[in-house]
Structures are given as structure tokens and as C-alpha cells.
């Protein structure tokens, strides 16, 4: 069975630093690996999707890096603004499983 | 131009009263899932369809029940809300491709649901 840990739970930066999420994953066999944010109340928003055959993604400020081999991804989010606080999950497709693996998720906190 | 519409957005009611939640989509995947999640913890699959097909997980309440009448529309019913039901329900869409999970899930905005 899947499981799917981020650390740390919670984060607070002030604003204009580095953000560096972690997710860690027990099953290395995996369709994709896909990163979400939740603000308070809302739904889930796709940030980035990483295929097993992939080592990155980039999307503006965000990156996300993928070792499949050692179970991790990171999601690096630069130059962090305040607007960038919110709940990020990371979120596991495995193979021959229908279900996505979600971690606890990371929340994010970026003081003015 | 939503794709995965969750209606209502917030839904209020009583301790044993029925209520049920919808889901449209105009992606027209052939997969469609609810979960359940409660403050601060992950999503919780309940049950997805694969097509017509009914797939419940194992642990899902009896009093959860899904209805598709066709591929747009999913519906979520609750036959007795109890108080630890209040949570956010979230409904997803996927293509299914061969691997029946390799295909990225695209998620609505929620229903958030509060029993008195």
C-alpha cells in the first residue's frame, strides 16, 4: 500500500524567500507524481504533474524535482509572496492502483 | 470555463437528514471520483465510477451512496448525516487509460458540508 508523507507540516518564511516542500512516497512504481495547492475552504488546484519518465517540471516560479528511485519530490517555489500561502499537497498515481496516494500536505505561511 | 463543477459550494444540514451533492463535468472523462476530506488531513477516496462501472472502497460508509446517470453527471447521497460527516466533498475527473490510474485526476471546487 502506498503511503505518502510530507514534512514539514507547517511552514512559515517571510516574504521573498525560497519555499523547499518534501513528499516522500513507499512505492517507487508510479504513473506520475502530481502537486496541488489548497487555499482554506477551496478545492484542489493542479500545480505541476511530473510523469515517472520525468526528473522536473517548471511552471513560472515553481519547480518540482522527482526521484522516483529514492521515493521524493520536491517543490521548490522562488522568491515566495504572500499570496503563495496556502495548503500544498503532493499527491501519488501508482501503478496498477485507480487511486491517487495524497499526503497530509504542507501548510504554507508567508509573512508581509 | 470550469471543467469539474461542484454544486452547492456550501451546504447546510440536519444531524439524519439526506442531503445529496452533485458533480457535472464537460471533459467528457469516462472516470469520475468522490472524495471525502476533513480539516487538515488528506483527501479520503470513497468511491469512483470507471464508466458505469461502481467501484466502492472498502471502508466507505453504507449510508454513502453515488449515482451516474450519464457521463457528465455524478451524484453524491448521504441517507443519514451524522455529525462526523461534516467535511469538504471533492469530485475528480480522469481519462481512463489502459493503466486505469495513470491518467492526471482534475478536481472541482468542493462542497462543504455542515450538519446541525
Known amino acids: 500500500k502506498q503511503e505518502v508523507t510530507q514534512i514539514p507540516a507547517a511552514l512559515s518564511v517571510p516574504e521573498g524567500e525560497n519555499l523547499v516542500l518534501n513528499c516522500s512516497f513507499t512505492d517507487s512504481a508510479i504513473y506520475n507524481l502530481q502537486w496541488f495547492r489548497q487555499d482554506p475552504g477551496k478545492g484542489l488546484t493542479s500545480l505541476l504533474l511530473?510523469?515517472?519518465?520525468?526528473r522536473e517540471q517548471t511552471s513560472g516560479r515553481l519547480n518540482a524535482s522527482l526521484d522516483k528511485s529514492s521515493g521524493r519530490s520536491t517543490l521548490y517555489i522562488a522568491a515566495s509572496q504572500p499570496g503563495d500561502s496556502a495548503t500544498y499537497l503532493c499527491?501519488?498515481?501508482?501503478?496498477?492502483?485507480?487511486?491517487?496516494?495524497f499526503g497530509a500536505g504542507t501548510t504554507v505561511t508567508v509573512r508581509a | 470555463d470550469a471543467m469539474v463543477i461542484q454544486n452547492p459550494r456550501y451546504q447546510v444540514t440536519q444531524f439524519g437528514k439526506p442531503v445529496t451533492l452533485s458533480c457535472s463535468q464537460t471533459?467528457?472523462?469516462?472516470?469520475m471520483y468522490w472524495y471525502q476530506q476533513k480539516s487538515s488531513q488528506a483527501p479520503k477516496l470513497l468511491f469512483h465510477?470507471?464508466?458505469?462501472?461502481?467501484?466502492n472502497e472498502a471502508d466507505t460508509p453504507d449510508n454513502f451512496q453515488s449515482r451516474r446517470p450519464n457521463t457528465s453527471f455524478c451524484f453524491l447521497d448521504i441517507r443519514s448525516p451524522g455529525l462526523g460527516d461534516a467535511a469538504m466533498y471533492l469530485c475528480?475527473?480522469?481519462?481512463?487509460?489502459?493503466?486505469?490510474?495513470?491518467?492526471?485526476?482534475?478536481f472541482g471546487d468542493g462542497t462543504r458540508l455542515s450538519i446541525l
Open positions: 499527491a501519488v498515481a501508482t501503478i496498477n492502483d485507480y487511486k491517487l496516494s
Open positions: 471533459l467528457n472523462h469516462n472516470v
Open positions: 465510477y470507471y464508466d458505469k462501472d461502481f467501484n
Open positions: 475528480a475527473t480522469s481519462r481512463g487509460g489502459q493503466g486505469r490510474g495513470d491518467q492526471p485526476q482534475h
Open positions: 511530473i510523469q515517472s519518465s520525468q
